[in-house]
């Protein structure tokens, strides 16, 4: 099935480093979202974005909407032990979501 | 914020088995509910979407004969892996729409022996 491309893979960094990661894609969307999984739980919504060109905070996190409707950022700063986990885009124009490959995050403290 | 829980939350199980997994919104009625797998480090992946008293939609590739899903209320679902093998081995997550948003379940790990 068709998924968003995200990169980094994987990041590991210092307890109160701020990070950045991205999600692109080939087709548009009009919602983008973001989520983090823990191990062994479902994944919990973050952030959500609606319109081209939208810039969103919640907390520590930001996340931008492309232009273009194909790409997405997610911004955490100051990172803390419990922003460990995997981070997910996803791009939705329907009902369905469509997922990004993931980042996973190591923070150490 | 909104609930959807599952059950079992994991389960071991023989080829050749059939296992039932249900997906619940606890605090809400779902519209809408959806089924993913996701294998080891790998993204979540769409099996099918279904709505309260019709069948479900399955994605392409996905096998509506061995993946079977009820969606009986607007609180329930459940999903039946028919004569399980190895291969199906996989983390099964649900997810229920209200209005708003899609909520996830917590997972359930299928392990087939």
């Known amino acids: 099935g068709q998924q968003l491309n995200q990169s980094p893979q994987s990041m590991f960094i210092q307890e109160g480093e701020d990070v950045s990661m991205n999600c692109t894609s080939s087709?548009?969307?009009?919602?983008w979202l973001w989520y983090k999984q823990d191990p062994g739980e479902g994944p919990v919504l973050l952030i959500a974005?609606?319109?081209?060109?939208e810039l969103t905070s919640n907390g520590r996190l930001t996340a931008q909407f492309g232009i273009t409707r194909k790409d997405s950022f997610l911004n955490i700063s100051a990172s803390i032990p419990s922003d460990v986990g995997i981070y997910f885009c996803a791009g939705q124009n329907t009902d369905k979501l469509i997922f990004g490959t993931g980042t996973r995050l190591q923070v150490f403290p | 914020g909104a609930v959807v829980s599952q059950h079992p939350s994991r389960v071991i199980c023989k080829s050749g088995t059939s296992v039932k997994i249900e997906c619940r919104s606890l605090?809400?009625?779902?519209?809408?509910m959806f089924w993913y797998r996701q294998f080891p480090k790998q993204s979540l992946m769409l099996m099918a979407t279904s709505n309260e008293g019709s069948k479900a939609t399955y994605e392409q590739g996905v096998e509506k004969d061995k993946f079977l899903i009820n969606h009986a209320s607007l609180t329930l679902s459940t999903l039946t892996v028919t004569s399980a093998h190895p291969e199906d081995s996989s983390f099964y997550i649900c997810?229920?729409?209200?209005?708003?948003?899609?909520?996830f379940g917590p997972g359930t790990r299928l392990t087939v022996t």
């Open positions: 997810s229920a729409r209200d209005v708003y948003e899609q909520y």
């Open positions: 087709s548009i969307f009009n919602t």
């Open positions: 974005l609606y319109k081209a060109g």
């Open positions: 605090d809400f009625q779902a519209t809408t």
